[in-house]
């Protein structure tokens, strides 16, 4: 019996390929008649492997995190809010190594694949004092953090910016309190802000 099917085109290369336009149109310009035309195919060819647009994102949500996302279990000894914190960095650095990474990611839920790896993650929270609805609570407050810091940094960046995102601090003669918490943080660091703020969080999280 032979099949329809294209055998030279594999899901994993229409993800690099879909990646790789993401990369230079963005999320709002990405479309499957694209996508078939920088691989030299016809449209439908591509439902062989993804049903619709919105399954194509979801994989490639996928697989961003798995190309760009460091997924290390925590050792025994070591305290749970560092490898939370490592894992808030690494999540981050994963979003932004893609534009729109953020929005991308946004609204997906972790599929079967994740689902072993946050299941470590839940065993070292509970044993370290957590139950299961708090840490996983944690875990979510962490991720959806991460993609609301990361959905503003993209945003800022982009060249239909708002005009805000470019203003001066405010006047530290009028507003000193603001101008210093200004200077500190929307001019400072990203990398080092980023970690100030989420250190914030965690250190707040309590068995």
Not at 159 to 188: C, E, H, I, K, M
Request: aromatic share 6%.
């Amino acid at each position: 019996m032979t099949s329809d099917r294209p055998a030279r085109l594999n899901r994993d290369d229409v993800l690099r390929a879909a990646l790789e336009l993401l990369n230079e149109v963005g999320i709002d310009a990405l479309s499957t008649r694209k996508l078939a035309e920088r691989l030299g195919v016809q449209s439908p060819t591509l439902y062989w492997h993804f049903k619709s647009k919105a399954a194509l994102l979801d994989a490639m949500s996928a697989a961003v995190m798995q190309e760009s996302r460091a997924i290390a279990t925590p050792g025994p000894d070591e305290a749970w809010q560092d490898w939370l914190m490592e894992d808030g960095r690494s999540f981050r650095h994963a979003l932004l190594a893609y534009r729109d990474g953020a929005r991308l990611h946004a609204g997906t839920r972790p599929g079967e694949a994740q689902r072993g790896s946050i299941e470590l993650r839940l065993q070292r929270l509970c044993a370290a004092g957590f139950e299961p609805g708090p840490a996983t609570l944690l875990m979510m407050s962490v991720g959806r953090f991460v993609v609301g810091w990361v959905l503003e940094e993209q945003s800022a960046q982009a060249v239909d910016a708002p005009p805000s995102s470019t203003l001066d601090g405010p006047d530290a003669s009028q507003y000193p309190l603001l101008a210093a918490g200004w200077l500190a943080n929307v001019r400072g660091d990203a990398d080092a802000v980023f970690d100030r703020a989420l250190r914030l969080l965690i250190d707040g999280a309590r068995p």
